[in-house]
C-alpha cells in the first residue's frame, strides 16, 4: 500500500504538470482578463499538489514502518490501489479529452461522481457535493471572472 501511494503520488504529479503545460498552448480571448487556460491550470496544479502530498505522506510512512521493522508487511502494491489509481488517471484524462465535446458541467459532473463513489462515498452525498461543487465553479469562474467553460451539448440552454 505503501509503494502504491508513491507511485500513484507520482504518476497524479507527472499528469498535473502534463495539463499545466499542455494548457500553455491554449489560444488567448481577445478582451478577456483570463483566458480558457485558467480552469485546466488550477485543476492541474491542485491534483499535482495532491500528488505531492499523497507521495511525501507513504515515503515518510514508509520510513517510519522500516524503523519498527513492519516495512516489508505493509509495502505490496495491491490491485485496488492500482485499480483507483489508473481509474482517477482515466477521470482526468477523460475530463482534458472530453470536455470541449460536452461540456464543463456533465464531464465534471461525471469525474466528481465517479470519484467519490470510487471512495466509497454515499451516492447521494456524492451527488449533492457534485452538483454545489459544479455551481460554485462555474458561477466563480463564468460569472465573477469571466472565463468562458466548456458548454458542449448544453450550449444551447446556457
Do not use: N
Request: proline share 4%; hydrophobic share 65%.
Amino acid at each position: 500500500m505503501v509503494k502504491s501511494d508513491i507511485i500513484i503520488g507520482f504518476i497524479l504529479t507527472m499528469l498535473g504538470v502534463a495539463v499545466i503545460l499542455h494548457a500553455q498552448s491554449f489560444p488567448a480571448i481577445p478582451g478577456q482578463e483570463y483566458g480558457a487556460a485558467v480552469f485546466p491550470v488550477l485543476i492541474a496544479g491542485a491534483l499535482a499538489i495532491c500528488g505531492i502530498l499523497l507521495a511525501f505522506g507513504a515515503w515518510r510512512r514508509r520510513a517510519s514502518l522500516a524503523a519498527v521493522g513492519l516495512e516489508h508487511s505493509m509495502a505490496g502494491i495491491t490491485s485496488a490501489g492500482w485499480t483507483k489509481g489508473l481509474a482517477t488517471i482515466a477521470l482526468v484524462v477523460g475530463y482534458c479529452l472530453f470536455a470541449d465535446r460536452i461540456g464543463f458541467i456533465p464531464a465534471m459532473a461525471i469525474v466528481l461522481m465517479v470519484g467519490m463513489l470510487m471512495l466509497g462515498v454515499r451516492w447521494w452525498v456524492a451527488l449533492l457535493v457534485s452538483a454545489a461543487t459544479i455551481l460554485v465553479i462555474y458561477q466563480l469562474f463564468v460569472v465573477l471572472m469571466r472565463v468562458p467553460l466548456p458548454r458542449g451539448l448544453l450550449a444551447p440552454f446556457l
